[in-house]
């Protein structure tokens, strides 16, 4: 099996930014969901929108599957493998999540 996630970069309007991984291609509901956002929101929470960037890759051979809470543990800990020829780039896209909890978005 193939193993599919994202790298997600975050930043408010007023300029404090996170970066983190996702399992599969999150959309922006899944990203306002994530420990993540709600770790930004928490600390953050004046910004009036969150620009999220969503790079979204695969490894593996065979049938894509989003990969899983262990597959992300490793990647994080092997980091150096998210840059190797082993990784594969799927897809970039970028989008606004107005704030505060509209969960409105606003494609980039």
Do not use: C
């Not at 930014?17 to 953050?44: H, N, T």
């Not at 695969?58 to 049938?63: A, F, N, R, S, V």
């Not at 840059?83 to 897809?91: G, I, K, P, W």
Request: hydrophobic share 35%.
């Amino acid at each position: 099996m193939s193993k599919v996630f994202s790298i997600i970069g975050l930043e408010t309007n007023t300029g404090i930014s996170a970066v983190g991984l996702m399992s599969g291609i999150p959309e922006a509901e899944d990203i306002q969901k994530s420990q993540l956002y709600k770790e930004l929101v928490e600390d953050f929470g004046e910004s009036e929108y969150i620009t999220a960037t969503v790079k979204s890759y695969y490894y593996g051979e065979g049938k894509p599957e989003d990969a899983t809470a262990e597959d992300l543990n490793w990647l994080k800990a092997n980091h150096e493998f998210l840059l190797s020829e082993a990784v594969t780039h799927l897809q970039t896209k970028s989008f606004a999540i107005l704030y505060p909890d509209q969960g409105m978005q606003m494609n980039m």
